[in-house]
Each structure stands twice: as C-alpha cells, then as structure tokens.
C-alpha cells in the first residue's frame, strides 16, 4: 500500500518560488515513475511534470516549462517540484502521484494509482 503526502504549498505573491515535497511509502518508489498533477478549480485536473523511476526521463507541461523542476531522492523515497516565478494561473492544489506500474513513463492521469492529499497553492497578483 503506497502512501503520499505532500508539503510546501502555501500563498504567495506573483514571480516568488515554492518547493513542494511528497514523500513516499512503500517499497515500488525507486522502480515507478512520480508526477505532480495539479487542479484548479473549475477544471481537469492536468499533469505538471513528470520523473521517471531512475530521474533519467523527465516531462513538463508546457505552461511549466522553464519555470518548474521536478526531481527525486529514491534514497529518502522522496520527490519536488521546485516552483520559480509563480503567476497566479498557477493557483492550484498540487497532487503527487506514483504511476500503477514500474519501469515506463507514462503521463496520463489514469495510469496513476496512488495519489496524495494535495496541498494548495495560491499566487497572488
């Protein structure tokens, strides 16, 4: 049984920076890949960014590009998302997910099994 749970959201002001952890439990951490999804309200929940088991594969939604840096610590079962120059269309809560099965990268909000409470993230203008 894996467990999430996240930390780091908070409120903050437009162009400042936010890193959200999500640690793991269970044994399948090292060998799947993790992702932070987000929701805002009123919409889909949409995928972020993505980390394959090993770090070597790595995936941004375009809005993130350039600004937000996913990363994993498999020794602390463990994984960011360093959030730079926030807008407030970043506004969101932010789930880490683990994907249902190892060793692939996948993206798609229903091959991810094991999700997170979520924290909130709210960017002032």
């Known amino acids: 049984q894996v467990q999430l749970v996240e930390s780091g959201g908070g409120l903050v002001q437009a162009g400042d920076s936010l890193r959200l952890s999500c640690a793991a439990s269970?044994?399948?951490?090292?060998?799947?890949?993790m992702a932070w999804f987000r929701q805002a309200p009123g919409k889909e929940r949409e995928v972020v960014a993505a980390?394959?088991?090993?770090?070597?594969?790595?995936y941004y939604a375009d809005s993130v590009k350039g600004r937000f840096t996913i990363s994993r610590d498999n020794a602390k079962n463990t994984v960011y998302l360093q959030m730079n120059s926030l807008k407030p269309e970043d506004t969101a809560v932010y789930y880490c997910a683990q994907d249902r099965l190892p060793f692939r990268v996948v993206v798609a909000t229903a091959s991810y099994g094991a999700w997170g409470q979520g924290t909130q993230v709210t960017v002032s203008s």
């Open positions: 269970g044994r399948t951490f090292s060998t799947n890949t």
């Open positions: 980390i394959s088991w090993n770090g070597g594969s790595l």
